[in-house]
């Protein structure tokens, strides 16, 4: 059975209340713009005979994983993912999960943020929307 | 979700490798176990960034047999989807069961009966085969499609994550 004795165990992990298992709580969540930037150098790193990965066959997950985040129009950019974080994280409130799932749902609303994205109970309506608005004066317009 | 992680691993070593060439033999040998894989636990292995140089201390000789093992710490992306987490995801298969949808390295199963909209019925004559409201107010969903959906329940084995999804509440479906 996978679980740790003490704190969440797999079973009761939960987005509802933000419930992960500890190695989870610890880590940094990264929305589909930043991991588009990660695996894209990776794949780049392959094709150029000078790096040290060049050896390194790219596999079908990462292919797959690729695909997936350029197939959703995000944000322009290195800079827009970066500024998307930064305003992000000025907000103590939000935790690592919720500030990837806002940035990569993008809501045009606070009510369809918080129906999609529950656990913002501390933040008021009107700074929620404020963030929003700026997320979405960011996005990327060109499908 | 994606997560960023700092994972460990022990690397073995035959010694045909002990030569100048030693950290990068240790490091393809790293990549290969590890980027790609899926472990019910931590999920699937997407893409190593990069290593701790600083752990990657002298190796263990294994008495015996003459290979040498590394504790190895990097950090990796990691995609594990988590319980009541909404995402978006492209169709794939469409069935009278219901539709699966991939997003990142799974699959998620949606199953007409409990994971969709009632308005939903399954149009056999479309070709491909898709999901469509009677009154045509909410999008057909059929092979690439994109929808959003909420991931409503998993079965982590030891090397396999299974998903099943739901577009049934407030601001999931169709998007594209």
Known sequence: MLSSRRGTTIDEESAADLRLTEKFEKANCLFPAEVKLILEDRKNAHTNPE????R??????????????????????????REVR???????????????????????????????????????????????DELNSMKDTQM | MFFYMTLDKEIVLHPKYFGPRLRQALMEKLYTEVEGTCDGERGFIVAITSLSEEHLGR????????????????????FRPVKGEVMDAIVTVVNKMGFFAEAGPISIFVSQVGGMPSEYSFDVTSNPPCFKSADMTIGAITVGSQVRLRIAGMRIDAESITTVGTIKDDYLGFIA
């Open chain 1, 56 to 81: 390194i066959p790219i596999t079908n997950t990462l292919e797959k994983t690729l695909a997936y985040v350029q197939a959703f129009p995000q944000y322009k950019n290195t800079e827009t993912a």
């Open chain 1, 86 to 132: 930064n305003k992000l994280e000025r907000f103590e409130k939000f935790r690592q999960f919720e500030i990837a799932a806002l940035a990569s749902l993008c809501p045009e609303q606070a009510e369809e943020a918080k129906a999609l994205v529950p656990r913002q109970v501390l933040i008021l309506y009107e700074e929620l929307q404020n963030v929003l």
């Open chain 2, 59 to 78: 190796g263990r000789l294994m008495a015996g047999k003459g290979l040498v093992s590394y504790h190895v710490q990097y950090q990796a992306v990691v």
């Open chain 1, 51 to 54: 790096s040290e990965l060049s």
